[in-house]
């Protein structure tokens, strides 16, 4: 069975950062991509960050800022966030693609002076 399990959210002020984590197990870690995705109230879902095999890629407005990694030995995934702004508050979820898209319950980052 798969399972996402997003962790790290909480509540920060302006420009400091945080560590978001994604524990996955039921399927082989290491041979799928990995994303991260986020919703804002009132907002559609959006990718944030996406890594796949040596390929990444960022959202335009978390470049320079937010930074993706996996670790295979863990089955994790994790999104390094810095320089936080009020506009990235939002629920963060990390997906996976088999042969239909698993989502994790997403965790709350609350950007807020």
């Known amino acids: 069975q798969v399972q996402l399990v997003e962790s790290g959210g909480g509540l920060v002020q302006p420009g400091e950062s945080l560590r978001l984590s994604c524990a996955a197990s039921g399927f082989t870690f290491s041979r799928y991509g990995m994303s991260w995705y986020r919703q804002a109230p009132g907002k559609e879902r959006e990718l944030v960050a996406r890594i796949t095999g040596g390929s990444i890629n960022y959202a335009d407005s978390v470049k320079d800022r937010f930074t993706i990694s996996s670790d295979n030995a863990k089955n994790m995934v994790y999104l390094q966030m810095n320089s936080l702004k009020p506009e990235d508050t939002a629920v963060y979820y990390c997906?996976?693609?088999?042969?239909?898209?698993?989502w994790g319950p997403g965790t709350q980052v609350t950007v807020s002076s």
């Open positions: 997906k996976v693609r088999l042969i239909r898209d698993y």
